[in-house]
């Protein structure tokens, strides 16, 4: 199937266009179809940090999505996408999301865990997010997605390419976002609990 991502123009996007329309189609998707909502998730994770695409498209490809590119804000008029139709979302509250969908692809359920203490430990995660990059109690959030949600996201992108790439990117390349301190937060947040549950994956 063919599926679109919303990406950032090469130049930069000052105002989250891309992230914020794939965000909303997330929130509220209500089909039964999990490539198209791996897409917006990947599509989501591409906005914040555009050298995942190749990991991502290769992840799309695997579960037989073939992702078509759309570049905002520049394509917006040629595709009728309007900006306005999108709920505003600031940076950190972008950075929120990102980091719970990071959180989503790579934490694992345990076998002896049942649903509601994974939930209650992804509810935890999601308000030290808030708290690591100061996002706003008042800023509503749409997450978490839901578990079944949750594994066929995990299931469907956690490829090998794909959490070599991001394992690659925070324990590496955090430091090339000095400038963002937020996002610098974010980063170190996610190594110290990623890589202690990835350290098994041989990458």
Same mark, same amino acid.
């Given at each position: 199937?063919? *599926?679109?991502? /919303?990406?950032?123009?090469? $130049? !930069?996007?000052? $105002? ?6 794939? /965000?909303?189609?997330? &929130? ?17 994770? @591409?906005?914040?940090? %555009? ?5 991502? =498209?290769? &992840?799309?490809? !695997?579960?037989?999505?073939? %992702? ?7 394509? *917006?008029?040629?595709?009728? +996408?309007?900006? &306005? ?12 999301? /990102?980091? /719970? @969908? ?10 002896? =865990? ?19 990059? !100061? @996002?706003?109690? *008042?800023?509503?959030?749409? +997450? ?42 974010? @980063? ?16």
């Amino acid at each position: 199937m063919d *599926s679109t991502l /919303y990406i950032p123009d090469e $130049t !930069g996007d000052n $105002t989250g266009f891309a992230f914020r329309s794939t /965000y909303h189609a997330t &929130a509220m998707y209500h089909r039964n179809n999990d490539k198209e909502l791996c897409t917006y998730v990947g599509s989501m994770l @591409c906005s914040v940090v %555009p050298g995942f695409r190749n990991s991502i =498209e290769e &992840a799309l490809n !695997g579960i037989g999505v073939r %992702p078509r590119f759309i570049s905002l804000p520049s394509q *917006s008029q040629v595709h009728n +996408i309007v900006e &306005a139709e999108f709920p505003l979302l600031d940076w950190p509250s972008i950075l929120v999301i /990102y980091g /719970y @969908c990071f959180l989503t692809i790579f934490k694992l359920i345990k076998f002896d =865990e049942d649903a509601n203490s994974f939930r209650n430990k992804m509810t935890k995660w999601i308000s030290e997010l808030r708290v690591k990059v !100061g @996002c706003a109690p *008042s800023n509503i959030l749409n +997450i978490p997605f839901g578990a079944t949600r949750e594994n066929v996201i995990r299931t469907m992108l956690g490829s090998h390419s794909f959490c070599k790439t991001a394992i690659t990117f925070l324990t590496k390349n955090f430091n090339l976002h000095v400038r963002d301190l937020k996002m610098n937060d974010l @980063c170190h947040y996610m190594s110290n609990n990623i890589l202690s549950w990835s350290g098994d994956m041989s990458l």
